[in-house]
């Protein structure tokens, strides 16, 4: 039972429509990468079935697929390999959600119930498991065995990001450039690998690898920054997840980090106050720290630290040669940047 | 930093000294699956380093590196990358004890506290997802990749093994031959999956192969049979875990399966009473449930039950050559039931 691939991408595949065949094509590859994805998920029997058939609704506009395609498309063309290390790029981002959401103690995710509110914690520790060893085994049929070294380092990666935040909570004193830290290892270098495979499987030179590697790069920090306002300054019925989880969970983002570094004495005095509470649980006031965000403009300076990155992102792109795959490169991160949930 | 190699093995390697050169082979073979496993772990910096180092203290006996190398031996001899299987095995082996502890809320593992009661669930969750990408990282580096599909695989099915058993909790209909698919997969998959790539990184021929991976199955599942009989009648300070944590978490095990089966009907009323007590957190009373059991001859039944699987795994050796490791493995499936840790 594969779900119809129309609902993948979005507003990425209208910007495709509108460059000749490329919405099309990548209409294609996204919908054999799910088949692949499904193909490596559904082996398993009973209630493993359930879940991973549960999990699939979390795909969302398969940004790291996505990524994989265009940027093959852009280095000189597709193979299925493409579609292998698209699936499995996307199904370790399935696993880091349904983990994330157990260490988030998050109950909604794409406006459904997340697993660990189905299913408990046990059932989704385990779910995550059994995506990143679907994952690593789906990656093992690619004949270039550097593909498989990457992933497996890159996984590591995005570990030892998670365990660097968690080691930070509550640390009020968090540095900018530990905070830069955090969101490359735990976000960007997931997205940097989809770009990098994708030139990789298409043969691209070392520097091209590359460019497309840091595209990658930039454009997850520049996502991660926004992800991480949203949760500050989101509505929670238009992200479809819940929101204030880094403060409930004492996470500093750049928000955060700014205003204490810019607010007056008596001003970070009350707001330390207001964090110690909202990680306790104490409080739930959203509003107070959003209006403090405001004050220093801590809001204006995060919004202009994602454009910055998703600027250095576009510029990775210069020394490729013109394309219709480029050129939606570019409109992606443009429009990554834009969204609202 | 390496550990002092002589603690590995124990019974094993002085079962090994009886055999001419085996025991310093093994020592041997063991202390360079060590420094496999922690060049694989120690790349991490920080907090991931700290964790990596305290979860070392978790290796026991190696009884999975013992099998890949035994089985290398028994089939022909060993190669550099039996060394690289024996460390991806046992770091498998690790991330399951890291996030089994955290489904079982477990506080004690040899004899020390775990990562989820020094650290919290979250960071033995992330450590435990570090540990798999390390495994499969790893694994990516033998040259043939059939070693990491079957990785892949077995993983996967560990993971179906633990979420079939979760899906049973508190189940007290609980049938025999689920109660063996849930234990073959969860534990005698990767015990099996050690003494199958020993074999064919040795060369060994097909019909060798599936005979040393059902030495392994039956080994595991005569293993698993003692394990849950430890976790009913086995001492605290021996054993050196928790027990007692089936029954709190509603696991139904061999010598209860054969209880509920063979008691009579107020016998069995009175137990599925107490079942549901301990595991409600109602009852801690062990000692009633223990002479429960010893009253229908369920202790005595599960060690027979274990006692015919070990007799299969040696049955499994039959067709091989003479040899010293043929012997030893021989020997150790005994050695393996006699544990009472």
Known sequence: ??????????????????????????????????????????TAGGPTLDLVAYVER????????TLVHLAGLACGGLSPEHDIAAAVVETIHLATLVH???????????????????????????????????????CSSIADQS?????????????????????????????LDEYYRIIDRKTASLIALAAELGARLAGADDETVRALEGFGRW????????????????????????????????????????????????????TLGLLERLAHGQSRDRDSMRSALEATGSIDAAKEAAREHLDRARKSLRGLSESPARGLLDELAEEALRRDR
């Open 1 to 42: 039972m594969t779900t119809a691939p129309t609902q993948f991408g979005g507003p990425v595949l209208a910007l495709a429509d509108q460059r000749g065949g490329l919405g099309g094509v990548l209409r294609d590859r996204l919908a054999s990468t799910v088949v692949v994805m499904e193909r490596e998920l559904r």
């Open 58 to 65: 979390y795909r969302g506009k398969m940004l790291r697929p």
């Open 100 to 138: 994330d959401d157990v260490l988030d103690d998050a109950e909604i995710r794409r406006r459904g119930q997340t697993i660990n509110a189905l299913h408990g914690n046990e059932a989704a520790v385990i779910l995550g498991d059994y995506l990143i060893a679907s994952a690593f085994h789906l």
């Open 147 to 175: 593909v498989a070294l990457r992933v497996g380092e890159v996984t590591k990666l995005l570990c030892e990001g998670e365990l660097l935040q968690l080691h930070h909570r509550d640390d009020f004193d968090l540095e």
């Open 219 to 270: 454009l997850g920090i520049a996502f991660q920054i926004r992800d991480d306002l949203l949760d500050l300054v989101g509505e929670q019925p238009v992200v479809g997840k819940d929101l204030g989880k880094d403060l409930d969970k004492g996470k500093m983002t750049l928000p955060v980090i700014h205003h204490l570094r810019n607010a007056d004495a008596g001003q970070r005095a009350s």
